[in-house]
């Protein structure tokens, strides 16, 4: 916040509506200095910092986003009379499992704090946070039986974390340091804390019963399930073994595991629980449905009377095995005060109507927009508030929005978008479209510190515009590199470069210190989706090029692919959160405070954002920062050429044989690079070198525009 003769003075008091807060200013005449105070008055602290979300985007023309302040030198107002904001009742959902794994796992507290603050500006209400839960495990079986070696080799590392939660996969990439425990719960305790304080309520992981193999040989084997192997992992590090979830020993476990967890962690008594997440029970009878779901309550209430089961519905549009009537069978048994059904990626696939609300089931309406944290713009900002609009004004059981992305820093104008919708404008009286122009009025303001409505307009009706569906097909250059690759896009190379322009114009007219790191997020976010229209145009080029042994055009295309990737690394190498050398040096930090090695633990991140670790998860968790782009996507792309360039010269039929071997070794060899350069950070002199970089990309579309 900007020093000024302003103060702020948050007040709770019960005479309000629910819903509602005041905010108005006085200024103290008696001062000499004449200080003002804003007051902010709610019945919660959740109202609270709504009101103060308002005062910031309303009437300062600012707002607290994922990057800081949009304009650290933003003005604050006097206010000329009292003003009424109101929001609505409907729980205001975040977190998904795979985002502790994509964008967390390395994070101290000084990141999760400024996170957490976001979290609440933001307006979320029910948070998820995994984060310790394997010190639970670790206690309920030692307490069991099993040695704390072969625990924490149960255990995947630290960036695998997420599927190990899920019961998808085990060992991989193994041990976990008990330093890594004890700083997790540590961290879990301070996030629950610092939560609670801003009125936030917390969704902590139940027991799913996925155990360590020796855990079975210990016990009666009827207690014990077979899980099916995972995305291509074999039984090393997947296939699992699960606590029959219809057993007594399941109950008599999962007291141990709730007593423990209460013990240490503490909860606000909703409970994540899914058992069946892209794991096919094997038994499909409807009554074994009946009695696991019932089941997953009774041990949760064992200790904590008031639980209440979070379920994700993923399971259900992921796996056809889930028809209604095994739906129906698994929620039969419990109350409507005792779950709540996450209807996952509803933007695209929703759930609750065919399953007719779950069944009448209260559940949240959730956005996932991201998978796997990749880096690419995508997804349709009409559609969502529109669909979400759609879902509450047809089912009463619809209880709250949910924003559940894979990986965090994405496409944060469409989740703008929607989260002001299930905020404040799910109550008003306007339509879905009278909103939408409210808000593109308003998000110029606070986001872009008053660039032209024609930035924003542009932003909506001409990039977000696909169909909110899985996107891969709308990125080339990340794939890795074959014939036929087919780029199936809704804006064109001129819709993005209408955008780069007003933002450039914007740049211009800007002092650089008073440019946001907003704003050069969203000039590299567009810039790249630019790029990714041209790589296309010059790769179908290329293909055509050497089917028509027109070499001249061939070396052209190459050289300009090359150059594209080239300069996108440059510019990404300037914007820290799309830098891979920054986020590797928040991993050796890590290492060090948790006693791992610095070297496994940068392997596994690196790891992870390329190969995966199976064939079948290759390039998921795609990220096109630099150093990526021109050590692993780049190389991909000229051992291609290459390929290419010998056919032709050879007039020999292209080696595919030696090119996947080739490309193969660039692959499995990236994760042990070392040599990613410098994190730099975000200085208002680079905003020139970016311009200068993005005005280069644009000179490469001279034949595409």
Request: proline share 3%.
């Amino acid at each position: 916040m900007p020093r000024s003769m302003y103060r702020f003075r948050s007040v709770t008091i019960s005479s309000t509506s629910a819903n509602t807060v005041q905010l108005y200013t006085e200024r103290d005449f008696s001062d000499p200095e004449r200080n003002v105070t804003v007051f902010i008055t709610s019945r919660s602290e959740a109202g609270i910092i709504f009101g103060f979300k308002q005062y910031l985007e309303q009437y300062c023309n600012t707002s607290f986003s994922e990057f800081g302040l949009s304009d650290s030198h933003f003005t604050l107002t006097e206010l000329n009379t009292t003003v009424l904001f109101a929001t609505n009742s409907l729980i205001r959902f975040y977190g998904n499992i795979c985002a502790h794994s994509y964008s967390y796992w390395w994070w101290n507290w000084e990141q999760w704090e400024q996170h957490l603050d976001w979290i609440a500006f933001q307006g979320f209400n029910l948070v998820f946070v995994p984060t310790g839960v394997e010190l639970i495990n670790l206690k309920v079986f030692l307490a069991l039986g099993v040695t704390q070696r072969q625990i924490l080799n149960f255990f995947t590392g630290p960036a695998y974390l997420a599927w190990s939660r899920m019961g998808n996969m085990k060992s991989f990439n193994a041990p976990l340091t008990r330093e890594f425990l004890a700083n997790q719960v540590e961290l879990q305790r301070h996030i629950t804390e610092r939560l609670n304080s801003l009125g936030v309520s917390i969704a902590v992981p139940g027991f799913t019963g996925f155990v360590p193999n020796e855990l079975s040989k210990m016990f009666d084997p009827k207690f014990f399930n077979n899980v099916s192997c995972w995305n291509g992992f074999n039984a090393t590090f997947s296939c699992l073994k699960q606590i029959d979830p219809t057993s007594d020993f399941y109950i008599t476990v999962g007291k141990i595991y709730m007593d423990e967890f209460q013990k240490n962690l503490g909860s606000n008594h909703i409970y994540s629980v899914d058992m069946f997440n892209e794991n096919t029970p094997k038994n499909t009878s409807l009554d074994y449905l009946r009695v696991s779901g019932s089941n997953t309550v009774t041990v949760m209430k064992s200790t904590d009377p008031f639980a209440v089961w979070l379920l994700q519905g993923w399971t259900f549009g992921y796996d056809q095995f889930w028809d209604n009537p095994k739906i129906q069978a698994y929620l039969k048994d419990v109350a409507n005060d005792e779950i709540l059904v996450l209807d996952m990626f509803a933007e695209s696939k929703p759930s609750w109507q065919r399953t007719h609300s779950f069944f009448g089931k209260p559940f949240i309406w959730t956005l996932i927009n991201n998978f796997g944290g990749n880096t690419v713009l995508n997804g349709n900002i009409k559609k969502t508030v529109q669909d979400f609009s759609y879902a509450c004004n047809s089912t009463k059981s619809l209880v709250g929005f949910g924003f559940m992305p894979e990986g965090i820093y994405q496409n944060t104008i469409l989740f703008d978008a929607a989260m002001q919708y299930a905020t404040v404008g799910v109550q008003a009286k306007s339509t879905v479209s009278e909103f939408l122009v409210q808000w593109e009025n308003k998000v110029s303001s606070y986001r872009y510190s008053n660039p032209t409505i024609k930035l924003v307009r542009g932003i909506v009706e001409k990039l977000y515009i696909d169909d909110n569906g899985r996107y891969y097909k709308n990125c080339i250059i990340y794939q890795r590199p074959r014939f036929n690759i087919t780029l199936t896009t809704t804006s064109s190379a001129q819709d993005n470069v209408d955008i780069i322009l007003e933002f450039l114009k914007t740049i211009e007219l800007t002092e650089l210190d008073k440019i946001s790191a907003v704003v050069i997020y969203d000039v590299a976010m567009v810039t790249q989706n630019f790029a990714e229209r041209v790589f296309a145009y010059h790769y179908t080029e290329l293909i055509s090029a050497y089917k028509q042994k027109q070499f001249q055009s061939f070396e052209r295309h190459a050289s300009i692919m090359n150059k594209i990737i080239s300069l996108l690394d440059d510019m990404n190498s300037l914007v820290p959160l799309r830098s891979l050398p920054c986020y590797l040096h928040k991993v050796e930090a890590f290492a060090v405070a948790t006693n791992d090695s610095a070297a496994k633990l940068k392997q596994d991140f690196l790891l992870q954002i390329s190969v995966w670790g199976s064939e079948e998860v290759k390039d998921y968790a795609f990220k096109m920062w630099s150093g990526a782009l021109n050590l692993y996507y780049g190389k991909r792309w000229l051992v291609f050429s290459t390929y290419l360039r010998i056919s032709m010269i050879d007039k020999v039929p292209f080696d595919n044989t030696g090119y996947i071997r080739e490309v193969s070794a660039v692959e499995n060899e990236f994760a042990t690079i070392e040599g990613f350069g410098r994190c730099t950070e975000f200085e208002s002199e680079s905003i020139v070198t970016i311009v200068t970089i993005v005005n280069q990309l644009l000179e490469t579309a001279s034949q595409v525009l």
